[in-house]
């Protein structure tokens, strides 16, 4: 903690991306949340509290907009209540304490709720191959909305949060159903046809991690875009956006 706080002296701002997300089907398995666990519940609380004791005036925080509950085709704002009563958010809503603790004594923390990142990673990296080889991928009904965020606006966005006041902010690109995102994933993965969804069966035992992939959520960003003038630049009907 001494050396970390040490690390962050004389800085005005600390940005937190901290995230290890299991790749495909291994997530179904709890073990394999244990290193991403981890840097919720403990790196980045130890985060926060060293930025504090270093005299950091300013914490950006990465969240997730999947603690939102599915709300069918409503749109849903940063004040719709988090469904996370499950044991399996402890670490995310610990970090959310964190930096919400650190915003005292003239302090601001900027906690941003991320759509699903896509671009080049390695998460997104599988789905194309699973589209171009017919193998199915996508959880969720195919009217369900999903939040997409490309990984370039993210990296725009976090500067962007430079300018936003203490609080939680949405941060996603416009909401798309899941039927439009397979169509969008099979024409990048240049595939016969739209990315192929998981079977019910299978979609009902995946799990409390994965379940919050099935949720409708038709996120709004319109807090973070009038607070910061931040648009999203590239969609998943951009050509090339897997390679960008």
Partial sequence: ????????????VVINTLAHVPVDMTAMRP????????LHLEASVAIAEAAR??????????????????????WI??????????RAFRPRVREMRAAVDFATEGRSAVILRLGQLFGRDPQTTHMLQAAREGKAVLLGKPENYIPLLHHRDAGRAFVSALRAGSGFYNVA???LTRERWAKDLGREAKAP?????IPEITQ??????????????????????????????IGPSTPGWSRM
């Fill in 31 to 38: 073990l394999a949340w244990r290193e991403d666990d981890r």
């Fill in 204 to 233: 009902a035992i995946v799990g409390t991690r994965l379940e919050v992939q099935r949720r409708s959520l038709r996120i709004s960003s319109v807090r973070f875009m009038s607070e910061t003038g931040w648009r999203p630049t």
């Fill in 193 to 197: 046809g739209p990315a192929k969804f």
């Fill in 173 to 175: 690109g416009e909401p």
């Fill in 1 to 12: 903690m001494d050396d970390l706080a040490r690390t962050f002296s004389r800085h005005d």
């Fill in 53 to 74: 004791r270093a005299g950091v005036r300013k914490l950006i925080q990465e969240s997730t907009a999947f603690l939102y509950p599915d709300n069918g085709s409503e």
């Fill in 77 to 86: 704002g940063e004040d719709e209540p988090l469904a996370v009563r499950d």
